[in-house]
């Protein structure tokens, strides 16, 4: 972080004042982001883009309370992004109506071919696992593991101590490591990988 | 992974709606009053409909707001500083003595009860300056202290009132419905939604947005503040709903940790609030 790209400060506070063309910018930056994040969470990608609108019309809602770390509104961002996906229906239904009319994609074009199949299988496993965090865990998983953001950074951001972050760190990485593990195997696959000894 | 992008088409137009709302965001003036923000367990009541705001709002038959009858005339203070208010011997049919407090510069308030309130400078010259509660007669009780900063100006002004209970209506779902009161609440609660309109909030999922039905699960003090700490700051808007407890006619919004938490020393005395600069966070009108 800490480069001139992450930088928003300057940006932020013109939108502020209600420069529309600054926050667009920051639109811009983030938006890919944040839809990555969001898809991480629920792995259906017209609800990410549900929980993309949502976290930016969020941002601009709650612009008084939007916290920036290091310079980039992006962890606020990513944070609610958080939020909005543990509950979706919830969340979006402030705007159901604005985003019911913005321009869609074909469903069929977009879920087509075995590969996005498969995909979707594997995305779904990580989205169950990241389900079985706690709101907290959730966020500084995501801040930490998934955007890179020093423990430290994460922690200031949801008022906890270094400490207590970094112990909550510890645990979330080793629920999810449990959740995510292989389940036992068929037979078959045994027999093909052998022990060789 | 497969192609992880943004519809453009989509993007696109999010982007147009983003920036529109914006731009027409520096045009419009602050409208704070429109909006009704409750602090973590200030005046938890306040926003809520009962005798007083439910007359001013002219729903003169909400059910279970209490008819309250002014007795004499107000009598009115002006103090800086703490100070132990003498009310004066209540009348021999009075119930209870309605109170406004006004904040007349910045600060905090913390009263008997344990409640608070805070002025912020844009609080000053609206209705946010005003705090209104009621405390209850009681014999020998002729007092009340309000705690605040030593430069704090605040004007008091009371009455004392007979009150008289209803109590609440049923709707055809069999849900009652009506004003806070001594008996609770109902299953569905008299308020303000943020858009003006008048209605009502279901008493679970208003429990759920304050957090009292999860302050019931706690077992420990850490379990607490943790939970504190992951609301810090963050907003809940519930459906507002007519009272068929169907028709939604707009929202209300719960708010936690509204800027800062009002502390007090060992005696009681209002520490200095913890007032974000504005340098390190920005604040302008409009909601």
């Known amino acids: 972080m800490g480069n001139l790209e992450s930088h928003d400060a300057g940006l932020w506070t013109r939108s502020l004042t209600g ?26 990608r017209h609800t990410s883009e549900d929980i ?6 969020e941002l601009w809602k709650k612009r008084r309370k939007v916290k920036l770390v290091e310079h980039s509104i992006l962890p606020w961002l990513l944070v609610t992004t958080t939020n909005v996906a543990r509950n979706t229906n919830r969340a979006t239904v402030r705007y159901r109506k604005m985003l019911d009319a913005l321009p869609r994609q074909e469903e069929a074009q977009v879920d087509s071919g075995e590969a996005t199949y498969l995909q979707a299988v594997l995305d779904q496993d990580v989205v169950d696992a990241l389900k079985t965090l706690s709101p907290i865990d959730l966020h500084l998983i995501s801040l930490v593991v998934f955007e890179g953001y020093p423990v430290n950074a994460a922690a200031e951001l949801l008022n906890l101590s270094p400490a207590a972050a970094k112990s909550r760190m510890h645990r979330a990485r080793s629920k999810i490591k449990e959740v995510l593990q292989p389940k036992p195997a068929p037979p078959s696959q045994f027999v093909m990988e052998g022990n060789g000894s | 992974m497969i192609d992880l992008r943004v519809d453009e088409g989509f993007s696109k137009a999010l982007r147009a709606e983003l920036v529109s709302r914006v731009n027409t965001a520096a045009s ?32 003169l038959t909400l059910p279970g707001a209490p008819i309250i009858t002014p007795l004499g005339t107000p009598t009115t203070e002006t103090h800086t500083g703490p100070a132990t208010i003498d009310l004066g011997t209540a009348p021999k049919e009075a119930k209870a003595i309605r109170l406004e407090m006004t904040c007349l510069t910045t600060g905090s308030w913390a009263y008997e009860s344990g409640a608070t309130s805070t002025c912020k400078q844009h609080d000053l010259d609206g209705r946010a300056a005003t705090t209104r509660f009621q405390i209850p007669v009681a014999p020998g009780k002729e007092t009340t202290t309000i705690n605040t ?9 009371w009455t004392f009132v007979d009150v008289e209970s209803t109590d609440w209506a049923t709707n055809a779902n069999g849900e009652t419905y009506g004003a806070e009161n001594d008996n609770g609440q109902p299953e569905l609660v008299a308020v303000k939604a943020t858009n003006g309109e008048y209605g009502y909030v279901r008493k679970a999922e208003l429990d759920d947005a304050t957090g009292a039905s999860r302050a019931q699960t706690f ?20 459906d507002v709903y007519d009272s068929d407890g169907k ?30 600069s504005a340098s390190t966070m920005p604040r302008l009108g409009g909601l």
């Open chain 2, 219 to 238: 077992r420990t003090p850490e379990e607490a503040l943790a939970w504190q700490a992951e609301r810090q700051g963050k907003s809940y808007a519930i």
């Open chain 1, 52 to 57: 993309l609108a949502t976290a930016f019309l």
């Open chain 2, 247 to 276: 028709t939604v006619v707009g929202e209300f919004v719960v708010q936690d940790g509204n800027g800062h938490v009002v502390e007090t020393d060992g005696n009681g005395h209002v520490l200095e609030p913890d007032l974000p």
């Open chain 2, 149 to 157: 900063q030593a430069q704090s100006q605040w004007r008091l002004t």
């Open chain 2, 28 to 59: 419009n003036q602050p409208r704070k009053a429109t909006r009704w923000w409750l602090g973590a367990g200030v005046f938890v009541g306040a926003a809520l409909l009962g005798g007083v705001g439910a007359t001013a709002a002219g729903l």
């Open chain 1, 19 to 44: 420069d529309g063309a600054a926050f667009g910018v920051l639109f811009d930056r983030h938006r890919d982001r944040v839809f990555r994040h969001a898809y991480r969470l629920c792995g259906n």
